[in-house]
């Protein structure tokens, strides 16, 4: 029985591991089954349009594992994200019905809310298979239909080369980088030393962690933070989608407040950020949303396994 409990712990913890390709911000190394975070980026003027954008986001991520034997398992649970806007000195060239578009006709707040629907099967000691659905929401919530609704997912497959080593294989379907798309990954989970840890699903995230001490790690990040949203119709223009991507990099500190419960302060820098509106029928661009490099800062508390 003991040998059972240690094995399905195990599988559910390699599960919970493998899930945060999909929502980088749950940091595959931390284990977590329950998360929330907050990052700020302050008002940064667009590259090639008048005009700044400041971003506020929160995350939450909540699982409840599944054991259907001693090696297989569900993982259901339930995402959310949220992308909260200000601008300044917005300007088009686009007029409307009632006059140019002004800064009170732009988006403020964005969501994507996920079910989260994933299988996990440790075939032996070293290989193991992974699969993920997660439809979701992805709109301002003003309007909700079918159209705000997108289907995402991942499979990869998993091969344990030491107690140290973890490499996975696979592809995932996502709109991370602001297009749904098809895209393969590379994961590698290494214990470099007692105190050095890499742990990577590329191109979505890549971790570097040094533990001083059991209350205390320090490291460097990076991850992409993006999502296709869907916005009401005539918000600015009928019929619209926004494509928002951007890369955060960085130090962070991780604090033990307790057991299993983990505070992480993080800041760094931004680039190769995008916020575009794109006609829904033609895919052709309305407003070009490139935005300068910026600094940001946040923070998270996780509930770690």
């Known amino acids: ?57 929160f995350k ?30 917005m300007t088009f060239s686009d007029p409307g019905p009632e006059g140019p578009f002004t800064e009170k006709d732009l988006p403020r707040n964005l969501h994507v809310i996920d079910l989260i629907i994933g299988a996990h099967v440790q075939w032996d000691q070293e290989w193991g298979t992974f699969v993920l659905l997660y439809p979701g929401i992805h709109s301002d919530l003003d309007d909700i239909s079918g159209d705000d609704i997108y289907f995402s997912g991942v499979a990869l497959a998993s091969y344990r080369f030491s107690d140290t080593l973890l490499c996975s294989v696979g592809f995932y379907y996502d709109d991370s980088f602001g297009v749904p798309q098809l895209l393969p990954m590379i994961g590698v989970q290494w214990q470099i030393s007692d105190v050095l840890t890499l742990d990577a699903f590329l191109p979505q995230f890549l971790v570097f962690k040094y533990r001083a001490d059991p209350v205390l ?50 800041g760094g820098f931004v680039a190769d950020r995008e916020f575009e509106f794109y006609d829904d029928d033609t895919s052709s661009r309305l407003f070009d949303g490139d935005i300068k490099d910026s600094g940001y800062v946040g923070g998270s508390l996780a509930l770690q396994y």
């Open 1 to 57: 029985m003991r040998t059972y409990w240690f094995r399905l712990g195990i599988i559910v913890l390699e599960g919970i591991l493998l899930l945060s390709i999909i929502h980088p911000a749950a940091a595959w190394e931390e284990d977590k089954v329950a998360y929330l975070r907050y990052y700020y980026v302050p008002h940064t003027e667009l590259k090639d349009e008048d005009g700044e954008i400041e971003m506020n986001a």
């Open 60 to 89: 939450g991520m909540a699982l409840i594992p599944v054991a259907l034997g001693e090696s297989m398992f569900l993982l259901p649970g339930l995402a959310y994200s949220g992308l909260y806007l200000d601008y300044k000195g």
């Open 217 to 266: 790690a320090i490291g460097l990040k990076f991850n992409v933070e993006g999502n296709q949203y869907r916005l009401s119709k005539g918000k600015p223009w009928k019929d619209t989608r926004v494509k928002y991507t951007q890369i955060l990099a960085g130090p962070f500190v991780d604090l033990n407040l307790a057991d299993h419960l983990v505070l992480r302060i993080e």
